[in-house]
């Protein structure tokens, strides 16, 4: 719904992302903001903010091909640490510079999900998740046992990311580069869900035989949502290995696979918007629960090694049950319909009738 007084009168104007001057005026103000972040946080929240920025690139892919396409995986961040590997063999072993391997991660990753989507051919729902369940036992195995390029359990260090003479290691120059990264990915996401490409993506998740009936080649997209989004997750993995200097197989769990599937859950199904919502709920909940865990391991001793951990799965468990069950359309739903009720005041409201 647009605001009152906003009305189209070309396609171009109907078609775009933003359609008034309040609207470029507050995306202008959220950018010179975001930037302006490490002037004012300290370097705590500036590391929170860097993990919350590379997890919303991953789940921007995951939303590529689980949102719009319909292809439900649960392996994504095994992905990630593909283009985190990548960068750091490249660049350990062969000596590469970090930012052209920024591109080659992102590929090495679409190439391996490719390889990994080649069963949505056949599978789908369910029984596809289960094959993307093998592709990060798969993935992950492999980074484990092939010593000798991977550095087995113990992973590969990296050096310090570097632009020219420019150092980049400190969290502010990290924090720049990781949400310039962000709102370059959300670009692009935004921009693929309105090409013909992401509407054939939304025909197979909505029809899939519809489809295909359609003159859609549903293999050839399904593969395509695969790649792209494994690209994502690729990018992603690069930055991962960059704000950590270390990469192992214990940073790609398939517990942060089912935690990116939850951030879709919760913010929305098919919404950039919800991407971020579900992303920045998560992890403000994690953040909670480093906060209430201590006092719980004080007043419960002989818990106090498992209780955080437990406390973790069981809440964020029980939210997504919660959004599943209460509000299946997620948090984005909840914001449209704020929006709404603000753009149709004060012709929305009811008075009591006696």
Known sequence: MLPGGVYSTKYESDLAILRTRTQWLLLGLGLVLLFTVPLLANSYWLSWLTRLGITIVAVLGLHILSGLCGQISIGHAAFMGVGAYTVAILTAQFGLNSWLCLPICGLAAGLAGLVFGLPCFRLKGFYLAISTLAASYIIIWCIRYFTSVTGGFMGLPLDALRLGPIDLSSRAALFCVTMAIMVLATFFAKNIQRTATGRAFVAIRDNELAAEVSGIPVFRYKMLAFFIGCIFA?????????????????????????????????????????????????????????????????????????????????????????????????????????????????????????
């Open 234 to 354: 690729g990018v992603a993995g690069w930055l991962w290995a960059h704000s950590q200097l270390r990469v192992n197989p214990d940073q790609f769990r398939l517990y942060d696979s089912i935690w990116y599937v939850g951030m879709l859950i919760i913010g929305g199904w098919g919404s950039i918007t919800g991407v971020f919502f579900g992303a920045v709920f998560l992890r403000l909940l994690e953040v909670s629960i480093d906060h209430v865990a201590p006092p719980l391991a004080e007043a419960f001793p002989s818990l106090a090694m498992q209780i955080h951990v437990s406390l973790g799965l069981i809440l964020s468990g029980l939210v997504i049950v919660l959004f599943i069950v209460l509000e299946p359309r997620g948090l984005y739903y909840r914001w449209e319909k704020f929006k709404a009720y603000y753009r149709l005041h004060p012709y929305a409201y009811w008075g009591r009738q006696d």
